[in-house]
């Protein structure tokens, strides 16, 4: 071993230490810390754009996701927000820069600028025919009645999902109940 230090003070004015050429593991340390440097960069890059197979997984999955989900929302206006929230939720891919844009029938073509592919995807407008539950002095009210909900296969809403909305809709009941004092 050389019995030069690794670190040694810089010649050119400043009083901070660098690596001494004349040591080995300070000559390995000169070559080494830009490699890293360079794959920690190229690393950061390659998880902040998009790959072909990345945006189909993720494609369809926010798709898969999306189909068993209600979303109410307004008959008119582009909807794609719901697709790019489902690329975006799926965890697959950086999550940004997805691209949605309406096109004639009713379908959404889906894309990056990261990536050459574009996918089609088509979202079935149903109507939703339950009644909205309205609680006197409820802060929260539900969707009006002739609201629109929209999923991308028509399913059966699930028991968790049924359950899910009977809590919302008893939250502001139990909170009215609350703020009464009983005698």
Not at 51 to 74: C, F, I, N, Q, W
Not at 138 to 148: L, Q
Not at 176 to 182: D, V
Request: glycine content about 10%; some cysteine; hydrophobic content about 35%.
């Amino acid at each position: 071993m050389s019995e030069e230090p690794i670190f040694i003070r810089s010649k050119l004015g400043t009083s901070r230490y660098v690596y001494n050429h004349r040591n080995p593991v300070g000559l390995a340390l000169i070559i080494l810390t830009p490699l890293v440097a360079l794959g920690v960069l190229f690393g950061m890059q390659a998880e902040s754009t998009w790959s072909e197979g990345e945006l189909r997984d993720a494609v369809r999955k926010g798709v898969r996701d999306l189909g068993g989900k209600r979303h109410y929302t307004s008959l008119e206006g582009n909807h794609g927000y719901l697709i790019a929230e489902a690329i975006r939720e799926g965890g697959i891919g950086p999550g940004h820069g997805v691209d949605t844009r309406e096109e004639e029938g009713g379908g959404y073509t889906v894309s990056t600028e990261d990536t050459e592919t574009e996918y089609c995807v088509r979202i079935t407008l149903t109507l939703d025919e339950r009644p909205p539950v309205v609680f006197p002095g409820a802060e929260d009210r539900p969707p009006p009645t002739r609201g629109c909900s929209r999923s991308t296969s028509p399913t059966r809403p699930s028991a968790r999902a049924l359950a899910t909305d009977l809590v919302i809709l008893l939250k502001p009941l139990l909170r009215a109940m609350a703020r009464k004092p009983s005698m």
